[in-house]
């Protein structure tokens, strides 16, 4: 099971990596082309906006895995072991809890805009793939955060008594 886990991560890195890269290198043509040649694509803004998305709610899920992302702590490090525990695994289950229902709303959203057949303005794809990171990554940023506070809860605290 671990061996699927790490090969899912490193496709999730391969691909907000070169995700990234590919958002960079057409930016880049899309400068040149506008300012040296005067021409400029009128589907890269849609591309750009679009690939954005992807990767802000991919390096969000990522985010989650590593624990980088900002907390404010102080109070809770204060706090005596007992209570820190329980309130890393709240906030960890709170989280879950509020990624999973965004989860759930943006699929509804998702088959809404697949009911609806809309494509883009420019770049013609259907809205609804436009729309598939969110609850996507939503869900996997549930379950992640499921997962950390499931592991804040097994996690044996200084002191306490081996069961």
């Given at each position: ?74 109070m809770v490090s204060n ?41 883009s303005p420019t770049m ?22 499921l997962n950390l506070g ?14």
């Open positions: 099971m671990q061996r699927l886990f790490d090969i899912l991560d490193r496709m999730e890195k391969f691909t907000l990596v070169w995700t990234i890269l590919g958002l960079a290198f057409i930016g880049f043509i899309q400068v040149i082309t506008r300012y040296i040649f005067n021409y400029s694509f009128t589907w890269f803004e849609e591309l750009g906006r679009y690939l954005g998305v992807f990767i802000a709610f991919a390096g969000a899920a990522t985010g989650v895995k590593t624990g980088s992302h900002f907390t404010m702590d102080l706090l005596s072991q007992p209570w820190q525990k329980i309130i890393k695994v709240f906030t960890a289950c709170l989280s879950a809890v509020f990624f999973l229902v965004v989860a759930w709303v943006s699929w509804k959203i998702v088959l809404r805009m697949y009911g609806f057949e809309t494509t013609q794809i259907p809205m609804y793939i436009a729309y598939l990171p969110i609850p996507a990554f939503s869900t996997l940023m549930g379950a992640r955060f499931l592991t804040h809860l097994r996690t044996k605290s200084p002191g306490e008594a081996a069961p």
